[in-house]
């Protein structure tokens, strides 16, 4: 059953309010009639209403200054307002109605089928607004345990992972046939890409829910991306990454967020950028108030794809190693520090990522609460 609405009415005059709510009342509706400004916000502080009906000459607060009031706080200010009013129609007294905030005017005495007719738009509006309210919270629980059920379903099949990836160790390194051993390694390659999409599928849940927390803590950036330079040069033969610094490259961060990001990035470039040309990681610490990290490889991205380079489950942004989610969750792991990613491709053929990473973060960093 829906909820009543409730329909203000401030008139100093008792029958005035008596001959509105016998015109107005029915199912579904309350009318609330008080007879000064000062009671009006008083009620306006306790209750949601659709529309005020609003008595121009009152005694101590007349209907403008009311009006006027009632446009200056968050909680009234998008209550529409219709004046009424005994006086002949004055232009004068009508535009400083209508600068005060009102929507209409009533003169009086009021047709009874006008007002019905005014105040039902009125009301109509505000129960269009309160189902749309209504729907979009249900639309916003619905993906919220929609990436509840992504997060508890890639937290559960990592544990069957771990077994095959543990069992395919035991094979490689008991049998001795060359055909065993490459299977077990290729059971193994098989193993690290789901769960490096099933570790994708859990930040992208984290960062949707607003259930991802960060765990800062001084550092220097250089040592993280000298780490993953390491990393990554042990996993290919002919390794072209060229990490250069300069300045103080001492920050305030998350260590493994950090990590991920420019892992993410560095990859990228040596997976899409030219084979023969290298991948330049610059860490830059002249900034007082920040460290710069810029990756840059030969090769550029495809106009199209710009614009939508860093929204999660683009067409075609999938690959053999995750599920295009990379350089989403590395913005929002970046915005989280209190920089941005950024990127710039096309410009003497070659593609730029950079962010910036305040020394000190922000405050409210250490909780990461993004909006849906």
């Not at 008083?42 to 200054?65: S, T």
């Not at 260590?255 to 040309?277: F, T």
């Not at 929204?311 to 995750?322: D, I, L, M, N, V």
């Given at each position: ?341 950024t990127v710039v491709s096309g410009e003497t053929g070659q593609t730029v990522f ?19």
């Amino acid at each position: 059953m829906d909820a009543v609405i409730n329909i203000l009415v401030v008139d100093d005059v008792p029958q005035n309010l008596a001959a509105v709510e016998a015109v107005l009342k029915q199912p579904g509706l309350q009318i609330v009639g008080v007879r000064s400004g000062n009671e009006a916000l008083e009620r306006l502080l306790l209750e949601d209403f659709a529309i005020a009906l609003v008595d121009v000459r009152m005694p101590l607060m007349n209907g403008f200054e009311l009006a006027e009031l009632m446009r200056g706080a968050e909680r009234t200010r998008d209550i529409p307002i219709i004046f009424m009013t005994a006086e002949a129609n004055d232009p004068n007294r009508t535009f400083r109605g209508y600068e005060a905030g009102a929507v209409d005017f009533l003169h009086k005495p009021f047709d009874p089928q006008i007002l019905k007719s005014k105040v039902g738009v009125f009301v109509e509006l505000y129960s269009q607004r309160r189902r749309l309210s209504a729907q979009l919270d249900e639309i916003r629980e619905a993906l919220r345990l929609n990436e509840l059920f992504a997060a508890v379903l890639g937290h559960d099949l990592r544990n069957p992972l771990n077994a095959i990836s543990g069992w395919a160790e035991v094979i490689r390194r008991s049998k001795t046939e060359p055909n065993a051993i490459a299977m077990a390694e290729r059971i193994q390659s098989s193993v690290k890409r789901m769960a490096n999409m099933i570790e994708q599928l859990l930040d992208m849940a984290r960062i949707r829910s607003g259930g991802m927390s960060l765990e800062v803590q001084p550092g220097d950036v250089l040592a993280v991306c000298t780490a993953i330079r390491e990393e990554l040069e042990s996993r290919h033969k002919n390794s072209r990454i060229a990490l250069t610094s300069i300045g103080n490259t001492m920050a305030t961060f998350d260590a493994d967020r950090l990590s991920q990001v420019v892992s993410n990035l560095v990859g990228n470039a040596l997976q899409h950028g030219d084979a023969d040309a290298p991948i330049e990681v610059v860490v830059t610490g002249t900034a007082p108030a920040s460290v710069t990290v810029r990756i840059g490889n030969r090769g550029t991205i495809p106009a199209d794809r710009m614009k939508s380079l860093f929204e999660p489950f683009q067409p075609g942004r999938t690959s053999q190693t995750g599920l295009g989610l990379g350089l989403y969750i590395a913005s929002q792991f970046v915005q989280a520090h209190g920089g941005r990613l950024t990127v710039v491709s096309g410009e003497t053929g070659q593609t730029v990522f950079e962010f910036a990473l305040p020394r000190v973060p922000p405050a409210g960093t250490r909780e990461m609460k993004l909006e849906l």
